[in-house]
């Protein structure tokens, strides 16, 4: 999985899976060269990867709500074969998921 990850962040363990993608903790260095730990999580659908980034800038700002930090399309090439995914990232909720 690792190769599949852009080179700023660094995989750390698997949070859940789910129809929508797969969840993972990971640390990505800020500006300051410290590390943060936020979740990375992996779309294959490009049109629920829109809906989720278009929904979560639309509540940007309610607390009640998680933070997406940025989202971006991923090129992941092996051999001749080549594919996207979408990735999301977002703050990291500490407290536990939706189901706890």
């Not at 998680?66 to 407290?95: K, N, Y």
């Amino acid at each position: 999985m690792t190769d599949l990850v852009p080179c700023e962040y660094t995989l750390l363990s698997k949070l859940g899976e789910g129809g929508f993608g797969a969840a993972w903790r990971a640390i990505r260095l800020n500006a300051e060269g410290q590390e943060d730990h936020v979740c990375l999580k992996f779309m294959d659908d490009q049109d629920s990867w829109h809906k989720e980034v278009y929904f979560g800038n639309l509540m940007k700002g309610d607390p009640r709500f998680v933070r997406i930090l940025e989202a971006f399309p991923h090129s992941i090439t092996s051999g001749s074969d080549r594919s996207t995914q979408f990735i999301i990232v977002s703050e990291l909720m500490e407290q536990g998921n939706l189901s706890s």
